[in-house]
T-cell receptor, first 114, second 109 residues
Framework: DAGVIQSPRHEVTEMGQEVTLRCKPISGHNSLFWYRQTMMRGLELLIYFNNNVPIDDSGMPEDRFSAKMPNASFSTLKIQPSEPRDSAVYFC????????????FGSGTRLTVV | DAKTTQPPSMDCAEGRAANLPCNHSTISGNEYVYWYRQIHSQGPQYIIHGLKNNETNEMASLIITEDRKSSTLILPHATLRDTAVYYCIVRVGTDKLIFGTGTRLQVFP
């Protein structure tokens, strides 16, 4: 099992550009979560999906942020237009729905907007 | 908002037990307590979780008080590799994990 796979690992972009972060969940995991981590705000839950359906997007900071999960094996988090304050590490996590197990996080994407 | 309170930092000597406390006085009867840790800039790693009973796995033990208002994560023999930020989380609803600020554990030689 390769775990939760996020790409790219690092992204540097100019302010105003569109940024797309990608996540491949563990096969069979039906819940997917996007988190953002900064020094100032810690780990924040942005949005989560259950069975490919967005359940709670109350953590999405602005309309510039959008997330999709077109199928059970792929999700994207898009920022357009990007701003320097969006610089952070973005984590994707997935869960099987079985309470005996914890959530599995990916290695994250470090985004720098200059 | 996070529903837990943890000390911001703790130290532990290598080889000794590390006991990390967590207060969750507003926990509801069906809410689980989860523990995660984050080593440097890696993604958070699941450690253990429990509801009422004490739990143990290959990584740690979780002791939950009878009134469920607090818990303690125990790393029985801390190593330098256990240096990390440890998060105590009360699971909100059926899915969401809301992280607080955690405890930064420093294990020293």
């Amino acid at each position: 099992d390769a775990g939760v796979i996020q790409s790219p690992r690092h992204e540097v972009t100019e302010m105003g550009q569109e940024v797309t972060l990608r996540c491949k969940p563990i096969s069979g995991h039906n819940s997917l979560f996007w988190y953002r981590q900064t020094m100032m705000r810690g780990l924040e839950l942005l949005i989560y999906f259950n069975n490919n359906v967005p359940i709670d997007d109350s953590g999405m900071p602005e309309d510039r942020f959008s997330a999709k999960m077109p199928n059970a094996s792929f999700s994207t988090l898009k920022i357009q237009p990007s701003e320097p304050r969006d610089s952070a590490v973005y984590f994707c996590a997935t869960h099987s729905g079985v309470r005996a197990y914890g959530y599995t996080f990916g290695s994250g994407t470090r985004l720098t907007v200059v | 908002d996070a529903k837990t309170t943890q000390p911001p930092s703790m130290d532990c000597a290598e080889g000794r037990a590390a006991n990390l406390p967590c207060n969750h006085s507003t926990i509801s009867g069906n809410e689980y307590v989860y523990w995660y840790r984050q080593i440097h800039s890696q993604g958070p790693q699941y450690i253990i979780h429990g509801l009422k009973n004490n739990e143990t796995n290959e990584m740690a033990s979780l002791i939950i008080t009878e009134d469920r208002k607090s818990s303690t994560l125990i790393l029985p023999h801390a190593t330098l590799r256990d240096t990390a930020v440890y998060y105590c989380i009360v699971r909100v609803g059926t899915d969401k994990l809301i992280f607080g600020t955690g405890t930064r554990l420093q294990v020293f030689p």
